[in-house]
């Protein structure tokens, strides 16, 4: 069973500039969720998805965003970038439906670096 | 979510068991306790989670105090692929938020030969 695919998993930007991350869940999952893990502030919630919808967000501006496809595939989506966007940019996935086992599985990140 | 308070980090022996303790003093009687961990360079990786009754898998052992205020994660054997930094975080189980976690700055284990 393939795990959650990120891409790229690698890119570097400029200020200004704007970026797109994907990401493909886990066949059967519907929960898609991403994070943002810098030094200095660890791991942080950015949003989820579920059935296209936004459901829960973190505390970061607007300059972020994502969406979700009918096929639970996802996308986020940083404008603007500043020079503190740099960072691993994390995507999860989980199955959706009867007791929440609070189980993600992770991707292994798309490493963005803004110059 | 309650709060977690976790050490900064900790040392084990190869083949030792490692114990990390996690205190959540807040916990409400609703919150689960989960534990992850993320290995260098990885996303993180569920391990185990529980509400109050100790619980095992083939990862680790989850011991929860009877108040609910504290826990400890045991890995029995630790093995250098276990060093990593681990995650203790507490939050209700619901539908709605399965995506969501909230992590703390979690305790860097280093196991050493």
């Known amino acids: 069973k393939a795990g959650v695919t990120q891409t790229p998993r690698y890119l570097i930007k400029t200020r200004g500039q704007q970026v797109t991350l994907s990401c493909s869940p886990i066949?059967?999952?519907?929960?898609v969720s991403w994070y943002q893990q810098t030094p200095g502030q660890g791991l942080q919630f950015l949003f989820e998805?579920?059935?296209?919808?936004?459901?829960n967000k973190g505390n970061f501006p607007g300059r972020f965003s994502g969406r979700q496809f009918s096929n639970s595939r996802s996308e986020m989506n940083v404008s603007t970038l500043e020079l503190g966007d740099s960072a691993l940019y994390l995507c999860?996935?989980?199955?959706?439906?009867?007791?929440?086992?609070?189980?993600?599985?992770f991707g292994e990140g798309s490493r963005l670096t803004v110059l | 979510d309650a709060k977690t308070t976790q050490p900064t980090s900790m040392d084990c022996a190869e083949g030792r068991a490692a114990n990390l303790p996690c205190n959540h003093s807040?916990?409400?009687?609703?919150?689960?306790v989960y534990w992850y961990r993320q290995i260098h360079s990885q996303g993180p990786q569920y391990i185990i989670h529980?509400?109050?009754n100790n619980e095992t898998n083939e990862m680790a052992s989850l011991i929860i105090t009877e108040d609910r205020k504290s826990s400890t994660l045991i890995l029995p054997h630790a093995t250098l692929r276990d060093t990593a930094v681990y995650y203790c975080?507490?939050?209700?189980?619901?539908?709605?938020?399965?995506?969501?976690?909230?992590f703390g700055q979690g305790t860097t284990l280093q196991v050493k030969p």
């Open positions: 999860a996935s989980s199955l959706v439906g009867g007791i929440d086992t609070g189980e993600l599985f």
């Open positions: 066949s059967g999952h519907r929960s």
């Open positions: 998805y579920f059935s296209e919808t936004q459901r």
């Open positions: 807040t916990i409400s009687g609703n919150e689960y």
């Open positions: 529980g509400l109050k």
């Open positions: 975080i507490v939050r209700v189980a619901s539908s709605s938020n399965t995506g969501k976690l909230i």
